[in-house]
């Protein structure tokens, strides 16, 4: 008789023997595999969601931001709410971050009354919404001041960093004890705080602007990591040399890009608002460093954004509708009104002209975006090329690895008021570069298209930037 019972024995897993039967996998194995699944497809997405346009970034660069910022700064004391309302100016001209005097303070332990701080609060969370950075200057009043409460406090208002400038004459150890100072107050506040501080003061004495001077920091060829550096350092000898020929920058450049944490102050004193060399020095600004420095005294346009509060103030509940008339009784008597034509339609407003964009600011902004998205122009190493009796200022931006993906880009600016040609295939050559000619990605002057390598052509002050092509 057939036994229909179910054996107590287990029934040795055996898949030749039952081949209708499967083993169920293990849960440990399907959650590892889900979770794998999950991964994949949140990568994109994130990718997308952590790029930015204009910085070639897929969310997994962990280097600080102030290491490929262009900073703006503004000096003299301005107003909150004017610089609010130029944050799409200033957004638009490529602007990361901005360096603004800090509000006077009274001093510590003083019955002085407290400044109204609403408007740089209100700016601080403008700018935020912007992608703009706000930093504050705060003045040494001497060699010894004690900067850390100052520091504190205003760090605790949310500014990104601080800018320590010091007086004349202070001695390199002098500015290493007020770094220190203020970044340890920022290494106690919360996200990357960002300390900069003056690379090269005045020499009292007036020595040669290309010896460095004896109260200048040393030189350095690595980014400032310990607490006594400053992450950033503003060097102004730009803006004392005796003259802005190729001469004189070239040496002072080449000593320049040995030291990457330092920003190139273009700011130099010359007749009229529009300076002759002003393409050539905001090339040299935005080109020869990975972080950049714009100043006020540039005289950008910056139009102010339109403001919202003067639009007519509209009832938050709309208008009730008017009620239609009561029907008159039948047999009332109703006057003869004559008819009357209708008021004309009022013309439409016109729309105002736009103003003329001004030609300075609109190179700015060009070099601004080719800073940002050009990996080469930004971070590649930079080789002069001695042009100097030919007063040029020539130099390769040379990429790593450099293929006809990832060419090298070529600097060219004219500092005489003559045309200029020159010939850079012998100079191209010593490089161990090949190409044949400069294909455009950004010039001063229109109507100039390729360049060949052999004849070099620019207008004078005009400035040629062009990708080395086979």
Known sequence: MPNFCRPRCPVPNNTANHPARHTRKPFPITLCCFAAFLAAACVPALGQMLARPGWNGNGLDTSPWWERAVFYRIDSPADARDIASRLDALRSLGVDALILPAPELPPAGSNGAMPNLDDLDNLLRQAGSHNIRVLLTLHAANAKADLSGLARFWLSRGVAGLYVATPPGTTPEQTQALVETVRKSASGALGRRVVLTDSDLAPPDGSDVHQPARNAAPVRTSRASGPAVAQLQIDSRLGRLPALDAASLRPLLVQAIAQPDL?????????????????????????????????????????????????PATSEQPARPTPPPAPLPPGTYLPYVPYAPPPPKPRPAVAPTPKPADPLTTWYRQLAVLHHDNAVVRSGSKIFLDFDAQNALVWVNRPASPSPLNPPVVVVCNLSSSPLQLSLTAAIKQLNLRGFFLRPLLRSFDAMGAQPLDNVTLPPFGVYIGELRL
Do not use: C, F, K, Y
Request: aromatic share 0%; no cysteine.
């Open 263 to 311: 920003l190139l102050d273009t700011a130099v004193a010359a007749s009229g608002t529009r300076p002759p060399l002003a393409e050539a020095m905001a090339a040299i600004a935005l080109i020869t460093h990975p972080a950049a420095l714009i100043d006020s005294s540039a005289n950008l346009v910056l139009e102010p954004s339109p403001d919202q509060s003067a639009a």
